[in-house]
């Protein structure tokens, strides 16, 4: 009795300085253990060679500058919360590092912070303001759309053998679109919707037998295997993000953006027309612009052929005026022309195809204008769904001032941007108006601020009464019509 009292009391004791040393923090080992065993890597999805190829594009393009901010990309769904905002940055940040293309913004996380923006740091210098900003969502997951499950087996008295397999279906779905930042709208057409199945399976087998099944106590075996293959919802949402952001800027661009996409991802994408004309007035190389792919240099406007318009012969200015005009006609700053009270002057208005020239679906036109004097010139273009643009006087050329005798190219190589043609078979027109006095004070504002992006009227014709309004009729005006094919 004694001795097992005294085994007992010693297994307790061994037990109890176990305990201890179990509990014992062991630093080094804890941290051994913690550290993963895999080497890190770099993430890859389906689209990382696209956004290299994405970069090139930018490049070969002369796409750089843009600013570009974010709003949240929350998850609408509440079930695969990702760091989608963080993912965006890096997509950006890929097809940017060489070119350029874009510069994000981190600024705020919702609608009110992107307000916020049009006033914020007027007294800095260093703080720019993104022309446009992103929102999206994960929109939709339907988890087990499909299922399937399935297994067989045998059993027999000495052995067993089964096999199973299964098979789970989701669908995650991720919306975004772009908007100007200076007026909060929505730019038609620049939208990414796509989605991607993300798929769980599993398979296993078992084995079963037993040893000396005649003898008293047989000794039964048993054997279990099984896989599991599942994909990752949030590495699905990386993908849909990249896929996104790929599909908006090669939109936004112009540039040919599904020739760095597969096959299938190319099929997958909704064919939209995006106007030649951005709300934004952005240009490619973050100035202000119509939407554009490489804007590169105009040649020298060569000089203009007489059109069948009635026309006064070019007069050049007096002898003692010339040097003055000449300086002018290098500045966008011009002086105003001396003619204050006398009527408009005649010009010619022409293409770089002639007076009724066609074009081709994504060809550009180059219009050229030559007045007979100095006059102050404001030119419109009507697209083929009746949007007005004022094309001249722009961003880049502010002056409305035209020297008696120039020719004068729209655009011309400090005009980077291109009056693209995107809707066949239709018919569009540009007009000008040449008056002798300044009229920026008397225009109203729709037509005075806003240049490359749309006015609010309904046609040329609205144009042309609001000229005839402010000026009583003192104005000459020409158009131009021309036919795409």
Known sequence: MKSTVRTAAIACACLAVAGCQTTQPTTKSALKTATPK????????????????????????????LTVTAQDIPDQTQRTASGTKDMLISALSRMSARSGAFKFVAYGSDLSDIVDLQGAHKGSSSFVTPDFFLRGSISQLDEGVQQKSGGAGINTPVFNLGAQASQLVSVVGVDMNMGCVKNLQII???????????????????????????????IGINLDFSVDQNEGTHQAVRTLIELGSIELMGKLTGVPYK????????????????????????????????????????????????????????????????PAAQAA?????????????????????????????????????TLRLQSAQDTYMHCFYQQANNTVVKVFPNRFRQSAVIRGGDIVAIPDGQMPFRLKFDQP?????????????????????????????????????DITAVFDEVTEGNYTQRDIVIQVH
């Open 188 to 218: 038609p057409g620049l939208t990414s919707s796509n989605s991607v199945a993300v798929v769980r399976q599993g398979a296993g087998a078992n084995v079963g037998g037993v040893l000396n099944a005649q003898s008293i106590s047989p």
């Open 425 to 461: 078979s239709s018919r569009e027109a540009f007009s000008c108006i040449a008056s002798s006095t300044d009229l920026s004070e008397r225009l109203p504002l729709e037509i005075v601020e806003r240049d490359l992006e749309p006015i609010p009227v309904n046609s040329l014709d």
């Open 259 to 322: 020739s760095c996409l597969s096959a299938e991802a190319k099929a997958a994408l909704q064919s939209v027309s995006v106007p030649a004309m951005l709300p934004c007035n952005v240009a490619s190389n973050g100035g202000s612009s119509a939407n554009v792919a490489a804007a590169q240099p105009e040649p020298a406007p060569q000089p203009v052929a007489a059109p069948a318009q009635p026309a006064a012969a070019p007069v050049q200015p007096p002898a003692d005026t010339q």
């Open 329 to 365: 006609a290098q500045d966008t700053t011009q002086a105003a022309p001396q003619a204050a009270d006398t009527a408009a002057s005649d010009f010619v208005l022409t293409s770089d195809r002639g007076d009724n020239p066609s074009y081709k679906l994504g060809e550009s036109i």
């Open 38 to 65: 895999s080497p890190p890597a770099r993430t890859i999805t389906g689209f990382s060679d696209a956004l290299s190829c994405m970069d090139d594009l930018f490049a070969k393009h002369n796409v750089n500058g």
